[in-house]
């Protein structure tokens, strides 16, 4: 797929729509930005996008939408109907409600798909007579609706198929703009008045409704409680840590990089250092999301937000270290290079592995005649802070870094040693089994069992203490 480039305008004041429309077409008018794709945003977008992040709503609670009675309603019993809409109505909404619960029971927030996109304004442009025909329509869920006339009445409801189609007729400007069309809209509600059942049946409308689309495991975990819970606690607290847990939702402005996570990385790198499953968490990250012992594993446990901050400082850390070695040339060889940038989640996995050890919460003895070893290996049991609260010196970036850097060289001396059984260093990282019986054993062999090396190592892990 191609990168798609966007440029973001902030203007901090309200204006026209006239005013609004002479902007956007002076900023088309640049030819050096024609790739780019245009967003600009005024001061109520602004604080739309500030009230959306801060407190999200999960649906709208009452609306309408405009019908055409003329072209008849088809009627599923009293919990489903298909009408032609109002395409000025539906932008009505959009425009109301975009940033209030409008997608929220969506997989997924609107996506720019420029290919895509620019079809479907095509469309709006030249073609607004058959766009019932060129275009599939939208599918709202709601817990309750009503005929009223020429409208339905709607109440906790959010659009949960169609998000692109509503995002685009929304934001569509042009000399046609006002010009009215219709579109297909199929409405449902379930049954039951439960909160929970009325959630799970917006989440199977969802779910069906997008299985011919390109949606991934992740996006149809992406509405459970779980992960809606794990996302409020970590910004409810400073430091504030924004978990992505839908593709295209918001990110608040004006927090670091590594306050910003992806619920599929956070998952790795719990994978990686708290259940040393480092091969799982490389190669097999779509697993964490189809197999539900997977996935339990890693969002349906204890979280703890002291642990995660730590899981993203080490993430950061460890990008920076990378990143420096590089631009300096410093790596002495290809091996150890190609272990850096392939390594982040063997090297996080064996810095659990040193805290563990440190904290006794594993123990080496005979570890390879032990049958449960494995099983004590991939214990859930750093609960808390990784990082010492007490460590007051100021090589604290200086002991990690060389913490890194002995993990990285051993890790490329041990791959040197077996470069006729691996085809490359990526496929050296691939499998928790490869981790468990060669990697661990040579560290226990050269490291732990090492009394002078693990003098160093010991040294570096105070910031562990």
């Known amino acids: 797929m191609d990168n798609i480039i966007e440029f973001v305008l902030f203007i901090s004041v309200d204006t026209d729509e006239k005013r609004k429309k002479e902007i956007k077409e002076s900023i088309e008018q640049v030819n050096s930005l024609n790739d780019y794709i245009i967003t600009i945003n005024y001061l109520d977008d602004i604080l739309d996008q500030i009230q959306s992040v801060n407190d999200p709503k999960r649906f709208v609670e009452e609306g309408k939408i405009e019908i055409n009675k003329q072209d008849g309603i088809l009627k599923y019993g009293e919990n489903g109907i298909l ?7 539906l932008k009505d909404l959009y425009d109301r409600y975009r940033d209030k619960g409008l997608f929220e029971q969506n997989f997924r927030y609107y996506i720019r798909n420029k290919k895509i996109d620019t079809n479907i304004r095509e469309s709006l442009k030249k073609k607004r007579k058959n766009f019932w025909f060129l275009n599939n329509g939208i599918i709202i869920s709601c817990k309750d609706f009503r005929e009223d006339g020429d409208n339905i009445k709607l109440w906790d409801f959010s659009v949960v198929n169609g998000c692109q189609t509503t995002t685009l007729i929304g ?72 978990l992505e847990i839908k593709r295209g939702e918001k990110v608040k402005r004006g ?16 994978l990686s250092l708290n259940l040393q499953q480092p091969g799982t968490a490389r190669s097999g990250k779509r697993k964490i999301f189809s197999s539900d012992r997977t996935y339990r594993s890693v969002f349906l446990r204890n979280h703890n937000k002291n642990n995660i901050l730590d899981l993203l400082k080490i993430r950061d850390y460890y990008n920076s270290y990378v990143d420096r070695q590089l631009k300096a040339d410093k790596f002495v060889d290809l091996e150890q290079e190609s272990v850096a940038r392939n390594g982040k989640f063997i090297v996080s996995a064996l810095i659990g592995l040193f805290i563990k050890n440190k904290r006794n919460l594993i123990s080496f003895n005979g570890y390879s005649k032990n049958e449960n070893w494995a099983i004590e290996l991939q214990e859930d049991n ?24 002995l993990i990285i060289m051993e ?8 470069e006729k059984e691996e085809k490359n260093v990526s496929n050296f990282f691939k499998t928790d089994n490869k981790y468990q019986n060669i990697i661990i054993k040579h560290f ?4 732990f069992n090492n009394e002078y090396r693990m003098k160093e190592v010991n040294d570096y892990l105070e910031i562990f203490e």
């Open 83 to 89: 009408v032609n809409i109002s395409a000025n109505s």
């Open 171 to 242: 934001e569509y400007k042009g000399k046609n703009e006002n010009d009215d069309f219709l579109l297909p809209c199929k409405i449902v509600k379930s049954e039951s008045k439960n909160e929970t059942a009325i959630s799970r049946f917006m989440s199977e409308i969802a779910e069906a409704s997008n299985s011919q689309k390109p949606i991934s495991d992740r996006d149809l975990k992406a509405n459970r409680p779980e992960q809606r819970n794990l996302q409020k606690m970590l910004k409810d607290e400073e430091p504030f840590i924004y």
């Open 255 to 270: 927090i670091e990089n590594w306050q910003k996570i992806k619920n599929d990385e956070l998952g790795q790198f719990i």
């Open 382 to 405: 750093l609960e808390d802070h990784l990082f010492s609260q007490n460590y007051i010196k100021d090589d604290f970036e200086l002991k990690l870094n060389g913490l890194f850097q």
């Open 411 to 418: 890790l490329s001396n041990l791959y040197k040693m077996r």
């Open 444 to 447: 226990i062999d050269s490291i």
